[in-house]
């Protein structure tokens, strides 16, 4: 046992001996602090510039907003939304939904389906139609009436390009031209 005790005594006397000088070295090094001089703050006088004349910039007519385009905004921020039958929400809708909101959104009421939808308003003929006007198809050769809508979005150079909820692909804008929608047209109306 003594043997033991006498051989940890260098090992104990080694550990006290860096443990003091662990204990006297922390605190034997003193950062002197510099006295903060008191910091200056100039800021430059503004020179005033003279105020221009504001000049009000008109719009041509091709350029106005109009309640169509609030139409066609609203109805654009659907892109993307699956089709749901019946729907009228961001979780899925449909043609007539997608437009019976559009329309809603804008303080104008449209019946909820796209049937009933093709007897409001007034009748305009293809090669009329402006931004804002719906589109009526029969998509079904078993159907014998309407039973799809879009509302136009853009005319130029005579294309017609729509933007419509189709059963495949959700809310998306199509062209007349494509030779699906071509065919299954049926009318034009104008609500605005």
């Not at 059963?167 to 605005?192: D, P």
Request: net charge positive.
């Amino acid at each position: 046992m003594k043997n033991k005790i006498q051989s940890l005594l260098p090992v104990r006397k080694i550990l006290y001996f860096i443990l003091i000088c662990l204990v006297t070295s922390c605190g034997s090094s003193k950062k002197k602090t510099a006295q903060r001089q008191p910091r200056k703050i100039t800021v430059a006088a503004r020179t005033e510039t003279p105020k221009r004349k504001r000049v009000p910039v008109r719009k041509s007519a091709s350029s106005r907003h109009s309640k169509a385009d609030d139409v066609i905004h609203s109805a654009l921020k659907f892109s993307g939304v699956r089709y749901k039958y019946g729907g009228t929400t961001k979780k899925g809708m449909d043609c007539s939904g997608l437009l019976y909101v559009a329309f809603g959104e804008n303080d104008v009421k449209l019946p909820r389906t796209s049937y009933h939808m093709a007897e409001e308003g007034k009748n305009v003929r293809k090669r009329d139609v402006v931004k804002g006007d719906l589109l009526f198809f029969k998509t079904s050769k078993r159907s014998k009436r309407i039973n799809h809508v879009g509302m136009v979005v853009s005319v130029k150079n005579d294309e017609i390009k729509f933007v419509h909820a189709s059963s495949s692909r959700g809310v998306m804008v199509s062209s007349l031209r494509e030779g699906y929608w071509s065919s299954a047209f049926i009318k034009a109306t104008r609500i605005l």
